[in-house]
């Protein structure tokens, strides 16, 4: 069957896959071969080229379609990279900005221990950027790959979890503060670059 090669079990398996792709081909053509005449050419033609089972077996689909999609991972830029090369809206910048020091303004009063009347007077401003964040640029693909968009989702995904689970009349700890801060302070830099 395969001369000079395997001998045994080795060669039976050999056989037996072989076996099992001309059934494939056969059911294949089976099935196409009246209703579709372009599909019987095709049948014929995966037959012709269909690979023989041998010690040198060629890459099977998976192992092709793997090396392609680490080739294409491994061309496209990253996120970060991409974002370097994004030139932002006007608009958005000036909302991050403001966003970025409203919001950070509030939580810092909370933290200074002002009172909740003067802690909500000062987030007045920064609830409507956030409106108007989620509203027009939470999903935006012209600013999701920047560094300012997922620094400011994170901001508000921290205090929207920390609410959620503590309601909205609880001040924030200091942790949970020192994080939102952070995540701001991080959003106004990357303006800079």
């Known amino acids: 069957m395969l001369a000079g090669r395997a001998t045994g079990t080795s060669a039976t398996k050999h056989a037996c896959a072989n076996r099992v792709r001309c059934s494939r081909v056969a059911a294949f053509r089976a099935h196409y071969a009246g209703s579709q005449p372009s599909l019987k050419v095709r049948a014929q033609r995966v037959e012709a080229s269909a690979p023989v089972a041998s010690a040198d077996a060629q890459p099977s689909r998976r192992d092709v379609l793997l090396a392609l ?100 009349r609880t001040p924030l700890t200091a942790p949970v503060r020192e994080g939102v801060l952070g995540h701001l302070r991080a959003a106004r830099e990357a303006l800079r670059e």
Do not use: C, M
């Open 69 to 168: 999609g680490a080739a294409v991972l491994a061309v496209r830029p990253a996120p970060a990279q991409a974002a370097n090369e994004i030139k932002l809206p006007q608009e958005y910048r000036q909302l991050v900005k403001r966003l970025s020091e409203d919001l950070g303004k509030s939580i810092e009063a909370e933290g200074s221990g002002a009172s909740e009347a003067e802690v909500r007077r000062q987030a007045d401003p920064a609830k409507d950027a956030v409106r108007e964040f989620v509203r027009k640029w939470r999903d935006n693909p012209r600013v999701n790959t920047d560094a300012t968009h997922a620094e400011i989702k994170e901001a508000l995904n921290e205090l929207g979890e920390f609410y959620l689970t503590y309601g909205q």
